[in-house]
């Protein structure tokens, strides 16, 4: 067996697994209110997917909204990230002026940090914006900034000595250096952003999965 089929199978195992430890833990608790099995769950879902859900709105419109929201926050907090972190990087006033700053965000609950949003904004989507990008934007801005860091300066010396514009620098020598630590913030970023995003339509922010959990919960 090939290593990629290796892996696959442990990650398909691992799933099964968890879907039988979940079957047998509810049969056993024997409560359906307390922990319902995965049949029934599915079950549910399907139901829902068919049913018109809050404001007589289909599941596919809430999913729809939560995604757009997503997509548009996630997008605004890389962007104000990479800018960050690589400006850190490369100019050390940016560097002593920020990194007092950054921990501090870094600290901040994620759920404090939504209540703030929308008690500044109310149930807006500038709220949700504003929450991703104060929580997501400091995570993505240290990843950039290490990885400036760990850049391999002769490529940014020679650079320089065949009079490369700054232009050039960042999009021949930068980004390609920079390539693995944007995927790492990329793929952490975006989980962290639809949980937020969910988080701030629970609160209130009309329409998306989260005012879907609510509204599910009411019932």
Known sequence: MSTRARG????VGSIVVMLIIWWAAAILMADVEVLPGPVLIAKTIWTNLWSLGPEGKSPYFHMGVTLGRTFIA???AMLAGIGIGLTMGLRKTFEHSLMALIPLLLTMPTILMVFLAVLWFGFTEIGSLVAVVAVVTPFVSVNMFEGTKAMDKSLI???KTFKANNRMLVRKVYVPQLLPYIFSAFRFGF???WKIVALAETFGIKFGIGYMFFFWFEQ
Do not use: H, I, P, S
Not at 8 to 11: D, K, P
């Open 8 to 11: 696959v199978c442990l990650r």
């Open 74 to 76: 996630f997008a605004a």
């Open 157 to 159: 010396d020679m650079a």
């Open 191 to 193: 989980g962290m952003t």
